[in-house]
């Protein structure tokens, strides 16, 4: 793993991922990768409605295409690990995680796309840390493959957080840092609390 990718995430998160979700993932693996597929789907999903939404911002444009493709190759890559590994693919209900942090998103454009900028950079920075910690939880069977996809992963955040901050320069009196650190309290208080199920992005299992 790649320090200096990894380490501004996490000096950027409020907290660690809880050591009860890890020994959760650790037993729970075929959840796990489902749910993680989902994810990948999503995410690839909300960037190309950022690019279709946001057309007259190139530099949008190309960073989130780029992240798209790259999603979907994750997507695949969790797809074929799970194949090797006898795990079906189900429908799973989403976890409480990206709809709580959905509900702190402003209305009305620039404040909404700037919402939806932070709000990308805090999922793919708790992925990133997460993917992290997986490693030296998983069989190295599953745990590779989280491996790999850090340093992408760490692009991810970087581009997301530099999209909002250059949005944010255009708007007056906007305060990034503060918008931010609402988004931060928000995924602190997800990751620590209770959840009844298990899933990517979820709390401690309870």
Not at 63 to 88: C, I, N, P, T
Request: hydrophobic share 40%; proline share 5%; charged share 25%.
């Amino acid at each position: 793993m790649s320090r200096p990718d990894i380490e501004p995430i996490l000096e950027f998160l409020s907290v660690p991922t809880p050591q009860a979700w890890l020994d959760e993932a650790a037993t729970n693996i075929p959840t796990l990768l489902i749910d993680h597929a989902n994810c990948e789907k999503k995410a690839a999903s909300t960037a190309l409605s950022l690019i279709y939404r946001y057309v007259e911002r190139s530099d949008l444009l190309y960073k989130m295409s780029r992240l798209a493709r790259e999603e979907l190759r994750h997507f695949e890559q969790v797809l074929d690990l799970m194949r090797e590994h006898g795990v079906a693919y189900r429908q799973l209900g989403p976890s409480r995680y990206a709809g709580e942090l959905h509900k702190l998103v402003r209305k009305n454009d620039p404040a909404r796309l700037i919402d939806v900028l932070i709000l990308g950079a805090v999922v793919e920075a708790r992925s990133c840390e997460r993917f992290g910690q997986l490693v030296q939880v998983l069989p190295a069977s599953v745990g590779n493959l989280y491996r790999q996809l850090i340093n992408s992963e760490a692009r991810h955040f970087k581009d997301y957080l530099n999209l909002a901050e250059e949005v944010a320069a255009e708007v007056p009196n906007e305060n990034i840092a503060d918008r931010i650190a609402v988004f931060l309290q928000r995924d602190a208080e997800l990751v620590q609390s209770v959840d009844e199920q298990f899933r990517f992005h979820s709390g401690v299992p309870g």
